[in-house]
């Protein structure tokens, strides 16, 4: 156990220093100046000069690489150009939003998924399956901010149930915020259940068929027995994994839900920076996310280890 | 002799195709993407309007008879945008296809074939998969620069290490095989293992995942330029479309709705078809085998 752990610690700080590379490098792929791209342009030849101090862009590219990585291991992610505060700051004050968003859709995802998967194997070819893969594919095949578009047009306009963008004022409770984020999160998860629902699915066909399930049956336990106590507790596995990925996806997707509801999360934040070229808070938001879910990768394979003994080679 | 063999091959040929086509959905989503490719490259003689031409006096009409699709807030038909529309979102996912088959095979054979490059080359794909696939692709598009070409160039790079970790994978397989010990006992060149004797077997992993990075990438696309950080805003694609919609959504929700359709089943059809392509050629991994 201990050693399966720093084996695969020890492929996560592998991985985390190449991503930092990679975030590094983003910046130095941009044709021409990065500073006066960053500045536009109306600004003075001072300007791009100061700019360049700052940001320590006339170090040779190894220092500027070697100070970068000092940075990030120290906290520090850089300052940002537009809103002259450091990115962790920026990113921080964002971050409650889009936490509890991609917290939600997540919970909204699993409640959809999980019991529409399991019926649809236990059900395997009946008409409830068929049209629960079908909307499955469907889902999967809709932009998530389309989506949120017509669920805002129904629900909010429409229906007057939900709030129609927003965050609530500086005055909202949580209780209000968390309101505010029920149409995104049903919006956004709606999209991402489609690929939990089909890995429980698949896995449960696969459990369905073995011999403990026939010998639960055959010792007379109930059917609810069987299915949930025996079989979807091995099933699990590879949905935990699945489950674990979406988190990622569903980050990807809060971005652009975000946007959609003008949500002021860390999804509205980078594509302002893009807008504005704010390359720091650009680099700082990969980074922290990418290392989040490098994070959440890890934690899933812990809960291998732990769900799955076999797995403890 | 010879003409026996070529009756074989076309036979074959034939039945793969028309297995594929016996099944209903695959079919259907065969029939609807060929419609969809053929009408978006037949987009200057099947529109009824030009796409670009303003008509103020006709700005946001409900579909009718003479605008199927009504018209935006300029007065431009929908559905002729549509069509020119689909000509850049089907060609940017096109493009990424090419892009990923050419960068993620070669990334993946590499790493699955030579075992010295497998642990540095898997680690760079675990490390570029770790990054969200629409946080990447605008941090890059924000760097290169907005334009068709960029977001190409971006989306290929983002969908590059899923091609390659499926490529990875198979060579892996592959490489364990008696023929490729005999080949090598042969001193049949490595260049020529690779190409004649792996990647022609890797045919069929190859364009399953082509058909699902196509429907990602038409996705990613239209989130994009939804975003305002993909092709340039003049450029009509599905979703610029959209995003310029939204803002007349009480009034004229026409606008946004056929966009966001032509995306739907443009994405559907081609997930359909690369199930059917996946059943049919790995019965292993069909659906509740």
């Known amino acids: 156990m201990i050693r399966s752990t720093l084996h695969r610690l020890f492929g996560m700080a592998v991985v985390m220093a190449i991503v930092i590379s990679l975030v590094f490098l983003i910046v130095h792929i941009t044709p021409g100046d990065p500073a006066a791209v960053m500045l536009g342009p109306d600004a003075t030849g001072a300007d791009i000069a100061a700019l360049r101090d700052q940001m320590g862009l006339n170090a040779p590219l190894w220092q500027q690489f070697f100070h970068y990585i000092i940075g990030v291991l120290h906290g520090d992610l850089g300052r940002s150009i537009f809103l002259n505060i450091p990115v962790t700051e920026a990113l921080w004050q964002r971050a409650e939003p889009t936490f509890f968003l991609t917290l939600m859709a997540l919970l909204v995802a699993t409640l959809i998924a999980l019991p529409v998967g399991i019926l649809s194997a236990y059900y395997r070819g009946s008409w409830f399956d068929q049209i629960a893969t079908s909307v499955a594919m469907l889902s999967a095949s809709i932009p998530s901010f389309w989506l949120g578009l017509l669920f805002i047009q129904f629900f909010a306009v429409k229906l007057g149930w939900f709030d129609t963008s927003g965050y609530g004022g500086p005055t909202a409770t949580f209780g209000e915020r968390m309101n505010h984020l029920l149409l995104p999160a049903l919006s956004l998860g709606a999209v991402c259940s489609a690929l939990i629902m089909r890995f429980t699915r698949a896995s449960m066909l696969d459990v369905l068929n073995d011999d403990y399930v026939r010998t639960a049956r055959a010792k007379g336990m109930s059917e609810y027995r069987v299915v949930v106590k025996h079989a979807f507790k091995n099933a699990l596995i590879p949905v935990v994994t699945v489950i674990g990925l979406t988190a990622a996806l569903l980050i990807s997707g809060a971005i652009v839900t975000e946007t959609v509801f003008g949500i002021p999360g860390v999804g509205s934040l980078t594509v302002s920076a893009v807008l504005r070229r704010d390359y720091p808070v650009i680099q700082g938001t990969l980074l922290v996310i990418s290392g989040l879910y490098v994070l959440m990768n890890f934690a899933v394979d812990m809960l291998y280890l732990w769900i799955d003994p076999r797995v403890r080679y | ?289």
């Open chain 2, 1 to 289: 002799m010879s003409i026996s063999l070529v009756v074989n091959t076309s036979a074959r040929q034939d039945s793969f195709f028309w297995q594929l086509m016996s099944r209903p959905t695959t079919a259907i989503a065969a029939v609807l993407l060929g419609l969809i490719v053929v009408s978006a490259a037949l987009a200057p003689w099947l529109a009824p309007f030009n796409p670009g031409q303003l008509a103020i006096i006709h700005r946001l009409k409900a579909p009718d008879l003479l605008h199927i699709m009504g018209t935006d807030e300029l007065g431009r038909d929908v559905f002729s945008r549509i069509l020119f529309a689909g000509q850049t979102s089907l060609s940017v996912g096109i493009s990424v296809v090419v892009f990923t088959s050419i960068t993620g095979v070669l990334l993946g054979l590499l790493a699955g074939y030579f075992r010295a490059l497998d642990a540095p080359l898997s680690r760079l794909i675990d490390a570029m998969m770790a990054f969200p696939d629409i946080l990447l692709a605008i941090a890059l598009v924000a760097a290169l620069g907005p334009s068709s070409t960029n977001v190409v160039i971006a989306l290929g790079i983002v969908y590059t290490p899923r091609m390659a970790r499926v490529i990875r994978a198979s060579t892996l397989v592959i490489r364990e095989l008696p023929y490729i010990e005999a080949a090598k006992a042969l001193a049949v060149p490595t260049p020529v293992i690779l190409y004649r004797h792996i990647l022609r077997n890797l045919t069929s992993p190859l364009l399953v995942q082509c058909t699902f990075i196509f429907a990602n990438a038409i996705l990613a696309e239209a989130g994009l330029s939804f975003l305002g950080v993909g092709v340039s805003p003049d450029i009509p694609t599905w979703g610029t479309m959209i995003s310029q919609g939204r803002q007349y959504m009480d009034q004229a929700s026409w606008i946004m709705l056929f966009p966001g359709l032509a995306i739907v089943i443009t994405v559907l059809s081609l997930q359909l078809l690369g199930d059917g392509l996946r059943d049919l050629l790995d019965p292993r991994l069909a659906k509740g085998a």
